[in-house]
């Protein structure tokens, strides 16, 4: 009696886990937040993402078809589709379609395939990409729409894009006759604040001087946030993601901004602002804890997680750029490798101080 | 404090790192009891069934042979004997194919049955144990021929033989049965509660003991019952040594733990139940603990109490592709194809055959092989249970495996180093910590078969440092003959020139007679130390007499200076490197002796010598990795010191990752080479002899 020939080594169990259904639940955990996004800012969210997942997988096909790679696996583990959302989902929903395919070939091509693929990259794709658009077309990339909030809408006399006006803004680039940009754009709440700021105002007279603003952060972005939140957590419960690096960027931020805050609250805004805008939420489950880029042990997730908060808030407040999620996810992609050094586990039966390497 | 507020009845318990929850699919075999199995036809007993040296056949062909007559005795210190499992005719002692992941062959005793199973005389039964000296017991303990059967088949004697300066305090049993599938240590400990207590007892007993845990995983409630009960029972009996039973029995306490594989692991387990680690590189009996399977305790009170060797042991045959699974009683030895087939046969979906469990157990191509005393579970799955996991994707780094990690290892980094066969870097992550369980691969999202890499990863590091160990080895023996020729051509010119110098003058006849025969008897002397001290080098002991460079170097003797003294060189330059040698040398009596050799024109600090003497201190060296002989057992001393002459060459103690009884290296190298599927690439030659991996820290739940 002979078995079949099959796969030689143990475990012989059945595998638990797999890539595709990994990357399948980030997708799933998106659709809370995607929706509200789409809620408040317009069809143009959907279509940046439709777009962006279109080119993402064209451009992995070529690039392995290129490499002589077979194609099919590497396209059903479903990387680049995740790394399309995450791109499409920082973008404004009004970017013109060549530069979504711009940001999406240099993710993918360049930062992705360029270093052998899944697994190789050293930096995150989707925020690599994100920020080659941002240095290059730095108008175009941070024009964003005004959520759709009515007494904000009518407060500044703003108005909202329909389906078809923003098929046609992306693919042509042309308003239709009866909008002007003014009309239908918008500052991020992190740009408003940065902007008073710089002005001399004080908080108090910021928060007064704009119907833009809700409990923590701007209106309606701030619920987008809830959303996010809402998927991060549903990735936590099905072990997608442990909670070390949301909970160390979170922290980061919210003790630093805290810290500042503490010493004077009329320049600093609350921390929860901070939390509640611009890509912290999305970037602490979605985009910092990409695995490939992340640091892989857990005390090095911790230092990287708090690292990428810290970093958020000293971009923010200091920095050129309103938001800064992507650089410092960029930035402590860098020193992941170093932080993993580091920060090794005690293996199992070795004393404390022992260390490896 | 709070634990024991919340959980007044509950033994506080510890936790490993990792570990993974899998579906237990224990109730496929154990609902019914345990079945003899029938008794096969043929028999084939492999002559090596441990870890250690092969035992030497005493039978040969054509032989009527008893049930528990022996078939071959051990060979060393680390070995074990065989039993003839039933009565019957020795039909062939060759090469058959044994349970081994590499499929190889090796040498067998083929025993064609009769059928009356006639037991041979057995040594007598020794019921009062308790009275008899530990040594007595692990000789019969060793000439029962049990080993570790849990899976890590190492000669039992020697574990429970620690040593003297590593005092023991707690046994811990194994029961955890962690395994998903197996079960017949379930069944066993169900079925022969007593007899196991019975064999805590005696083990207790040998190592002095204070306490035994028993860790038995909460998937097991009826095993766990039947435990406590025979503990409980054995504090209620009567008689003469009721006082001291009833100690014993308090001592031995039966410990619920929850079910997570590998929760049976040795060190994990010793982790839960105790809270210490066993240190990286290291044995249990280092912290006071030795830990033995329960299958192992029955098989000691079997030996002990009836003087019955191992013949027979709990196999599970179990898999969704065999139609009736199920635990039974087997011969060691009974061919897995007529086990198979008392269970009804294999369906037809069956998609391989694993010895073992299905997480660390290996897969066999053919079922006509032996039940060993290792074997404790045939598992024939189908290709819905064990499914092809597909092609390897890339690491996307995602950590799962090192959370999962009982050994707290990063083992996607390994598989990094591993793969680019950095050995150096493998080593760095502690890739020697890697107890091969198998949580990492199964997490892995990306269906990466890690631990075949680390299984790759560790022989090539093995056959690495054979290979240094060859060439120094190698370097040194043409130092040594070069060293030799280079004396002997010295001592040829000396007596030359002393030939010389006799002829020449020829006054004060006397006197010079009576130098010549003080001189002759000085030189028999001084040869008669030496040979001496080479004989006390040979047993591995630090030869005083032998390091007469060190003083040669410091304060020439008087006839140093005269033949070349470029020839003397070497001499110092050797004797450098061992510590151990330079202590003996400068205390020692040799400074006399170099100056009676020195007359002779003989330079005291003789190349060879001191060669001898280096290679001493490396023995010492090197038995300091491996434990110290015990004074009350001599023979143990000698085998060990033999062993440690055999086979210590001086790049042992290096070894980052060889010490420790459990472990020889060589063996467990070819092991692990045997194992690994670049295995045709570079078969060992060795692998033959061993049926276990290097996982005998770990066993396997
Ligand atoms: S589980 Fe697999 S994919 Fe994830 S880090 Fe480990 S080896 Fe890489
Ligand atoms: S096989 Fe080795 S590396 Fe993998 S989980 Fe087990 S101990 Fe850790």
């Known amino acids: 009696m002979q078995a079949r020939t099959g796969f030689v080594s143990s475990p012989h169990a059945a595998r638990v886990n797999s890539v595709d259904w990994v990357m399948l639940q980030v997708c799933l955990a998106l659709v809370p937040g995607t929706l509200a996004l789409v809620w408040f800012f317009g069809w143009g969210v959907l279509i940046q993402m439709a777009l962006a997942v279109v080119f993402a997988v064209a451009a992995e096909a070529a690039v392995l078809k290129l490499r002589g790679r077979p194609v099919l696996p590497a396209i059903r583990d479903y990387s680049a589709v995740v790394t399309a959302l995450l791109f499409a989902l920082t973008i404004p929903p009004t ?20 270093y052998g693929g899944i697994g190789y990259n050293p930096f995150n794709p989707a925020m690599a990409g994100y920020v080659f658009l941002l240095i290059s077309y730095p108008v175009a990339t941070t024009t964003w729409l005004p959520p759709a909030v009515p007494e904000l809408l009518q407060a500044q006399d703003l108005t909202t894009l329909s389906f078809l006006d923003s098929v046609r803004l992306i693919f042509t680039g042309v308003l239709p006759a009866e909008h002007t940009w003014d009309a239908v754009s918008a500052a991020t709440p992190l740009d408003e604040m940065r902007t008073k700021l710089d002005q001399g105002m004080t908080i108090d007279e910021i928060r ?39 909970v160390a960027f979170l922290g980061g931020l919210l003790i630093t901004a805290g810290a500042f805050w503490l010493l004077d609250p009329q320049t600093h805004p609350f921390p929860a602002f901070h939390l509640f805008s611009g890509a912290a939420i999305l970037g602490a489950f979605f985009i910092a804890t990409d695995p490939v880029s992340a640091a892989t042990t857990k005390r090095g997730q911790l230092i990287y997680g708090f690292a990428i908060g810290a970093m958020v808030f000293v971009i923010r407040t200091w920095g050129g750029y309103p938001d800064a999620v992507a650089f410092s996810v960029l930035l402590l992609n860098i020193a992941a490798p170093m932080i993993d050094h580091y920060t090794q586990p005690r293996v199992f039966g070795q004393k404390r101080s022992a260390k490896a390497g | 404090m709070l634990f024991s507020v919340l959980h007044p009845h509950r033994e506080r318990l510890w936790h490993f790192h990792g570990g993974v929850h899998l579906p237990d699919e224990k109730h496929l075999s154990n609902a019914g009891p345990s079945v003899a199995a029938p008794l096969p036809a043929q028999l084939v007993v492999p002559l090596q069934q441990h870890i250690g040296a092969p035992s ?54 083929v025993i064609d049955t009769d059928g009356e199973d006639a037991w041979a005389e057995l040594p007598p039964p020794l019921p009062d144990f308790e009275q008899l000296d530990p040594a007595d017991l692990r000789e019969r303990i060793r000439q029962s021929g049990i080993v570790g059967m849990g899976g890590a088949s190492f000669p039992s004697s020697v574990k429970l033989n620690p040593g003297p300066d590593q005092p023991i305090h707690t046994l811990v049993i194994n029961g955890a049965e962690c395994e998903p599938y197996i079960t017949c240590d379930d069944l066993l400990m169900r079925e022969r509660a007593a007899d196991i207590v019975d064999g805590i007892r005696v083990m207790l007993h040998i190592l002095g003991a204070e306490r035994c845990l028993v860790g038995i995983e909460d998937n097991k409630p009826e095993a766990i019952a039947a435990m406590r ?23 031995i306490r039966v410990v619920e733990i929850p079910t997570l594989y590998p929760s049976g692991g040795e060190k994990q387990l010793i982790k839960i139940l105790t809270g210490k680690e066993v240190p990286s590189h290291g044995i249990p009996a280092q912290i006071g603990i030795v830990c033995q399977n329960v299958g192992t305790a029955c098989a000691v009170a079997d030996a002990v109490l009836r003087g019955r060797p191992l013949i027979e042991r709990y196999v599970t045959v179990t898999g969704r592709a065999v139609s009736e699974p199920r635990n039974y009683r087997v011969r060691i030895g009974m061919p897995a194809a007529d086990l198979v087939a008392a269970s009804g046969g294999c369906t037809g979906d069956l998609e391989k055959l694993v010895v073992g469990g299905p997480m660390m157990g290996f897969r066999i191509d053919t079922d006509a092989v032996p039940i060993t005393k290792a074997a404790n579970c045939i598992l024939a799955l189908t290709p819905a249970e064990s499914p092809d996991p597909g092609a390897p994707q890339p690491c996307i780094r995602c950590g799962r495996c090192a959370e999962v990690c009982p050994a707290n290892l990063l083992p996607q980094q390994l598989y990094w180093h591993a793969r680019a066969k950095d050995l150096d870097k493998v080593q760095d992550y502690n890739l020697f910590d890697c107890i091969e369980c198998g949580c990492c691969a199964v997490v892995c999202p990306s269906h990466i078969p890690l631990v075949q890499y680390y299984r790759y990863a560790k022989t090539e590091s093995w056959a690495r440092e054979r290979e240094k160990r060859a060439a120094e080895h190698a370097r040194e023996r043409h130092a040594a003959k070069e060293a030799r020729l280079e004396r002997l051509e010295r001592e040829k010119k000396a007596k030359l020139r002393k030939k010389k110098a006799a002829v020449a003058p020829k006054g004060g006849k006397d006197d010079d007679k009576q130098a010549a025969i003080k001189a002759a008897r000085e030189r028999a002397a001084a040869k008669k130390q030496a040979a001496q001290g080479e004989s006390a080098t040979a047993a591995g002991k630090p030869a005083p007499g032998r390091a007469e460079p060190a003083p040669g170097r410091t304060e020439p003797a008087p006839g140093r200076a005269e033949p070349a003294p470029g020839r003397a060189e070497p001499a110092p330059g050797r004797a450098e490197p061992p510590p151990g040698a330079a202590e003996p040398a400068a205390a020692g009596p040799a400074a006399a002796k170099g100056k009676v050799a020195a007359p002779d024109g003989k330079p005291p600090g003789a190349p060879e010598d001191a060669q001898i003497a280096s290679r001493a201190a490396e023995q010492q060296g090197a038995q300091g990795a491996v434990p110290k002989p015990v004074p009350d057992d001599a023979r143990r001393a000698v085998d060990e010191a033999a062993a440690a002459g055999a086979d210590t060459s001086p790049g042992r103690p290096e070894q980052p990752f060889v010490r420790g009884t459990d472990q ?14 670049q295995q045709t690439a570079q078969q060992p030659s060795g692998a033959g002899t061993d049926e276990e991996r290097p996982r005998a820290t770990a066993g396997r739940g």
């Open chain 1, 95 to 114: 970017l013109p379609w060549w530069l979504t395919l711009l940001g999406i070939l240099f993710a993918i091509v360049i930062v992705k395939q360029l």
């Open chain 2, 664 to 677: 020889p290296p060589d063996q467990a190298a070819a092991q692990a080479s045997g194992q690994t599927d």
């Open chain 2, 56 to 109: 030497q056949p005493l039978v040969s062909v054509g032989d009527r042979v008893l049930r528990g007559q022996p078939l071959a005795r051990p060979q060393g210190y680390v070995s074990a004997p065989v039993h003839a499992p039933s009565s019957g005719t020795v039909a062939a002692i060759e090469p058959r194919q044994i349970p081994h992941p590499s499929g190889l062959s090796a040498p067998c005793v």
């Open chain 2, 229 to 251: 009960e025979a503990a409980q029972q054995l504090s209620g009996q009567g008689g003469g040594q009721a006082g001291r039973q009833a100690g014993r029995a308090q001592q």
């Open chain 1, 208 to 246: 007064a001087s704009s119907p833009l603003w809700g409990d923590f952060g701007g209106r309606g972005w701030e619920w987008v946030a809830n959303w996010f939140l809402l998927g991060g957590l549903y990735m936590l419960w099905r072990k997608v993601i442990t909670w070390h690096i949301p």
